[in-house]
């Protein structure tokens, strides 16, 4: 597996399979905008295939505060440590940042808790007529 915080020679094409279950997913053209505009990503390519398999995101102030608003894995490479290697190399490259946040459902909490996350309170507001994206 090769991981890279850039989306340099990446194309739509290496984009196929996330936003499982979504009722409105967003094409591979705004996937790619989607990590083209974040603060900071972290992509993980299968070496034989060149296909990414997964992928996450941040968004930052530079100063305090990040947000992780996506962490997908496609589902034929779920289990192999994937995902837990995203977040621990995007956890690195925000060592310095006062406050990562994240929303997640509840039965995915006890995953971010391995890394030192905890549960907390929050607010969400979703316009699921714009879900597929801009």
């Not at 070496?47 to 995101?57: A, F, L, M």
């Amino acid at each position: 597996m090769i991981y890279t915080t850039s989306t340099k020679g990446i194309n739509v094409n290496q984009l196929n399979g996330f936003f499982v279950n979504w009722p409105n997913p967003p094409s591979p053209e705004v996937h790619l905008k989607l990590l083209n505009n974040s603060s900071h990503i972290v992509l993980a390519i299968e070496e034989n295939s060149n296909q990414i398999v997964g992928y996450i995101t941040a968004i930052s102030d530079g100063v305090l505060s990040a947000y992780i608003p996506f962490l997908e894995v496609l589902p034929s490479h779920h289990g192999k440590g994937i995902g837990q290697q995203l977040v621990q190399r995007m956890f690195a490259t925000l060592k310095d940042i006062y406050m990562i946040d994240l929303m997640c459902d509840l039965e995915l909490q006890a995953y971010y808790e391995k890394f030192g996350m905890q549960s907390s309170n929050g607010m969400i507001k979703r316009n699921f007529t714009k879900q597929s994206g801009l």
